[in-house]
């Protein structure tokens, strides 16, 4: 296969699909003069023109309204935000109404619409933006939410979400733009709902999704030194969650380890544990534990970035816990 960028992964997607389908438009700040923030539309603008590639004012309610109209009328838009951090301003169009509107109009008006953009930390960005909101989004029913780590899930994760019919989160890393993958050329779409067991190992699951992937893999590979075989699961997409990939891996392994970027309360690592203790029990020869993001903002200076992410040092440490290793 080809080795290509993150960001030309996605902006493959969006034009495949738009070539197939007038309906799907995609609008934000910058993505058309400029060719987007992180250079992810980049050349779309002279593709498609302007009515199709829409650059908009910094007012993240007013087009995300535009948007979930123009869905909700028999549109496919593609919304970008240049950071899941600002999209905090539309949050009532999110949650009040792409999220409700098929149940509120009893099945009759639906929002197919992607909302994608940047999550989590990006390094020295300060607390506004450093965020990772993939818990707060997959606690609202009517919403799917996605989160990729790479770019060949990166592709057909998205074009999947553009031709589905529920309204999609897609998040993606401001780190992983410029990372490169390999990406078939021939067409191809990943189901939403499907983990990818990423590594195969006997004696502990490790589960991430996103950049914290790097963080799994890395530690599986320390671990590894030290003879311990970790099987690493991508989850890909947190809502809805492919229970059975994690319960059929926690039945071969016994043992349970999370990571993700998230603050600890009330995290995707919190459900996952619930739902694992709960149909899984019989099979865990040790609690379940994880690694999140401290559970405070995440301040500027170097060093308190480094304390605030989950890295490998730390997985190897506590999966060493898990497996009733000495330090």
């Known amino acids: 296969m080809r080795t290509i960028l993150f960001r030309e992964a996605l902006r ?9 389908d007038e309906k799907i438009f995609l609008m934000g700040e910058e ?17 498609f023109g302007p009515k199709r590639v829409i650059d908009t004012p910094i007012a993240e309610l007013g087009f995300t309204a535009i948007a979930v109209g123009a869905a ?10 240049m950071t899941w951090n600002f999209a905090n301003l539309a949050l009532d169009q999110i949650l009040n109404t792409a999220s409700k509107m098929l149940a509120m109009s009893g099945g009759q008006v639906g ?3 992607v909302f994608r953009g940047a999550s989590g930390s990006a390094g020295q960005l300060g607390a506004q933006h450093s965020t990772a909101y993939e818990s707060l989004y997959a606690n609202i029913p009517g919403l799917k939410v996605i989160s990729v780590s790479n770019p060949y899930d990166a592709k057909g994760l998205l074009k999947s ?29 990943i189901p939403i709902g499907k983990a990818n067991v990423v590594r195969q190992g006997t004696d502990v699951t490790i589960v991430s999704f996103n950049k914290m992937m790097k963080v799994a893999l890395g530690a599986a590979a320390e671990l590894e030194k030290e003879g311990v075989s970790a099987e690493v699961i991508d989850l890909r997409t947190i809502r809805p969650m492919d229970w059975q990939t994690i319960l059929e891996s926690v039945k071969k392994t016994n043992r349970l380890v999370i ?21 899984g029990f019989d099979y865990l020869d ?11 903002p995440m301040h500027y200076a170097p060093n308190l970035v480094a304390a605030y992410l989950p890295d490998v040092p730390r997985t190897v440490k506590l999966v060493k816990e898990v497996m009733y290793m000495k330090k």
Do not use: H
Request: charged share 30%; aromatic share 10%; net charge negative.
């Open 259 to 279: 990571i993700e970027e998230q603050w600890p309360f009330a995290s995707v690592s919190s459900e996952i544990t619930y739902r694992i203790q709960k149909e």
């Open 111 to 113: 929002c197919p619409i």
């Open 286 to 296: 040790a609690p379940i534990r994880r690694i999140t993001s401290a559970d405070a």
């Open 31 to 47: 993505v058309a003069e400029y060719n987007g923030a992180y250079k992810v539309s980049q050349g779309m603008l002279a593709e």
């Open 72 to 81: 909700q009328n028999g549109l496919r838009p593609i919304v970008e935000y």
């Open 161 to 189: 979400a553009i031709i589905d019919n529920d309204p999609v989160i897609f998040m993606e890393s401001e780190v992983m733009y410029g990372e490169k993958g390999e990406v078939p050329e021939e067409t191809y779409y």
């Open 12 to 20: 493959e997607a969006m034009t495949e699909e738009m070539r197939k």
